[in-house]
């Protein structure tokens, strides 16, 4: 019986409480005050939250640029310029390949035709009608076969991943902003908002790059003014290996 009573209190306290914020609805002075009220339980509420959260302990997080400094791995071997690799190249679906040696800051490049070309201080050279002539460079980005240049780049990219694989090939995945690329290979400042540039560095488990794959679409979609799917994906071996060879003069 007692609990019936109880009941029929808290419903009458119930149906009070709204009949008496109906009444305050219906002036501009009582509008104001549920107004206020809403918003002084909402902020209430959220403080309270903030503060909850804000004491709960924390897990420790590893930034990207303490796991940039544990890469085990070093661009060296690359930086001397000693080695063989293979070039590939897709544009919009259009492939491209080229093999060649790097020795000594010179390049001997064949493409898939049995072109040879030479590179060298900044100069390409390819034999026409058995004379060797200057002509325009054979790689889409002469930035990515410049030992200098890629150290730059990984340098100034932002550490994403690593990811061991069980074949103990490790994976390096960099992002890197193509108003950062458009400073480095232009030369220019620009100030922009872009999807970012994909750099992965294979690395054997003796910590020698393998391989290093690009994905410049964002960069070169900026450059051309037009919508670009373009990755790059250079190989590299024998270093240390290669032997003197002459230009052709």
């Known amino acids: 019986m007692n609990k019936k ?5 808290k419903s009458n306290q119930v149906e009070s409480g709204v009949a008496y914020l109906k009444e305050l609805w219906k002036s501009p ?5 549920l107004f206020f009220g ?30 940039q400094e544990n890469a085990n791995y070093s661009v060296q071997d690359l930086v001397n310029g000693n080695y063989q690799f293979t070039y590939q190249e897709n544009v919009n679906g259009v492939s491209k390949e080229l093999t060649g040696k790097a020795y000594n800051q010179m390049k001997q490049v064949t ?10 201080s900044g100069i390409v050279i390819q034999r026409l009608n058995d004379v060797w ?4 460079n054979p790689f889409y980005y002469r930035q990515i076969l410049e030992e200098g240049m890629l150290k730059k780049t990984l340098d100034a990219a932002t550490f994403e991943s690593k ?3 069980q074949n103990k090939q490790t994976v390096y995945r960099y992002q890197i902003s193509t108003t950062t690329l458009w400073d480095l290979y232009q030369n220019e400042k620009i100030d922009i908002a872009d999807e970012p540039n994909i750099i992965e560095v294979y690395v054997t488990e003796n910590g020698q790059v393998e391989k290093i794959f690009y994905n410049y679409s964002s960069y070169d979609t900026y450059l ?21 060879f002459e230009v052709p003069s």
Do not use: H, W
């Open 29 to 33: 002075k009582g509008r104001a005050l």
């Open 38 to 67: 809403f918003y002084f339980i909402f902020f209430l509420v959220l403080g309270i939250s903030f503060r909850a959260s804000a004491s709960a302990p924390q897990k420790n997080l590893t930034l990207p640029s303490q796991l």
């Open 224 to 244: 051309r003014k037009t919508p670009m799917q373009t990755y790059f994906t250079v190989s590299y071996q024998d270093y240390g290996k290669i032997e003197a």
């Open 111 to 120: 493409n898939n035709y049995g072109n040879m070309y030479f590179l060298y």
């Open 163 to 165: 990811t061991l694989y």
């Open 133 to 136: 002539q200057i002509c325009d």
């Open 5 to 9: 009573k109880n009941e029929t209190k």
